[in-house]
């Protein structure tokens, strides 16, 4: 139970990190920025969908590489907190670091309020449990 609880902790402060990021850079950067434009405004309705997609396509890949470059920061291998050896810890040491770092990425980008709640979730089971028992 505490090695899950570290997992969610150390992934859900890393995926609120890279979502800071990721909100920073949008704000600094015109690329994010598409709802705001003229020729925005002018575009047909089924444009205004595709590119509203796109951007957050776009949006959601950058949340990525920037949780991959966080965990590379902070050397997080996020599999070994679980005691699960995947299959590509044979490989050589900057390539299986490379896939670690993307696994993290990947899941900081998709799975940020996911970690927030089972987080939340496992906390209070775990006060209930201790006031049960005391």
């Given amino acids: ?9 150390v992934m859900s402060a890393l995926s609120a990190s890279a979502q800071t990021m990721t909100q ?23 444009l205004k969908k595709h590119k509203i997609g ?12 920037n949780g991959a470059v966080l965990a590379a920061c902070a050397n997080i291998h996020p599999l070994s907190f679980l005691k699960l050896e995947p299959l590509w810890t044979n490989l050589q ?9 993307s696994v993290a990425g990947v899941l900081v980008a998709y799975g940020g309020p996911w970690f927030h709640e089972v987080l939340g979730i ?7 449990l201790r006031g049960a028992t005391s």
Avoid: A, T
């Fill in 122 to 128: 496992l906390r209070e089971y775990k006060k209930s």
């Fill in 1 to 9: 139970m505490d090695d899950l609880l570290m997992f969610l902790g």
């Fill in 24 to 46: 920073q850079m949008r704000r600094r950067f015109k690329v994010f920025r598409l709802e705001h434009s003229k020729e925005f405004d002018e575009l047909e309705e089924e």
């Fill in 93 to 101: 040491p900057w390539l299986s670091n490379l896939i670690d770092f």
């Fill in 54 to 65: 796109k951007l957050h396509c776009n949006i959601h890949l950058l949340c990525g590489v």
